[in-house]
Structure formats: C-alpha cells, structure tokens
C-alpha cells in the first residue's frame, strides 16, 4: 500500500523548464509512472521507470525533452521537463506499479495515483 503526493506544478512560458516531483509512502517496490490529461482529453501516458531505475520509457511527444529518474532512498520519483509547448499544459499525474513484468504505458497497470499537479506552459 503506498499514498503519491505530486508536487512542483505550476505556470511556465513556452520553451522554460518545470520539475515536478512524486513523493511516495508506503511499503513495497514499485514501477512509477507519470501520465497527463488535459481538459476534453483522455489520460495519456508521459514516462515511467523500473524499480531499479535501469529501464526508462517515454511517450513519442516528450523524448528528448523530458527525463525521468528516481531516488529509492528518499521514495521519489521526478519528471524534469524542458523545451515546454502549450500542448504540455495538463494535470499531472504520478502512478505506483506493484506488478513486476506489467506494461507501463497503460494506466491500468498502476494500482495506486496522486491528487495530480497542474501543469500550464504559456505561448
């Protein structure tokens, strides 16, 4: 059982730099995932990584731009995004795993979410 709490949204112009950090309580290993929606929009997958924090997946829009990594020590996850586009400006959701081999661009593969942070990239 584990509780996210996200943190580090907020309002940035186009082209600036956001970091958003998930905070997580609980017992277990987990994968951690960051999924966005926007309004009108379905629940999209951004990134995730492994427990181990060996292996990293990103949606085709954010490569490149955004990275993802974790300390395990402090039970953190972090999305370092850069290079921001208007089409960024969603609701921020970090995800917990507890599954080892499960699919992480899927949110059904998650068994636990934070409250979500907004996240809003001006033109």
């Known amino acids: 059982q584990v509780q996210l709490v996200e943190s580090g949204g907020g309002l940035v112009q186009a082209g600036g730099s956001l970091g958003l950090s998930c905070a997580a309580s609980g017992r277990g290993a987990y994968s951690m995932g960051w999924f966005r929606q926007a309004p009108g929009k379905e629940r999209e997958f951004v990134s995730a990584?492994?427990?181990?924090?060996?292996?990293?997946y990103y949606a085709d829009s954010v490569k490149g731009r955004f990275t993802i990594s974790r300390d395990n020590a402090k039970n953190t996850v972090y999305l370092q995004m850069n290079s921001l586009k208007p089409e960024d400006t969603a609701v921020y959701y970090c995800?917990?795993?507890?599954?080892?081999?499960?699919?992480?661009?899927?949110?059904?593969?998650?068994?636990?979410w934070g409250q979500g942070t907004q996240v809003t990239v001006s033109s």
């Open positions: 990584i492994r427990w181990s924090g060996d292996s990293t």
């Open positions: 995800a917990a795993a507890a599954a080892v081999y499960v699919y992480l661009y899927t949110s059904r593969s998650y068994d636990y």
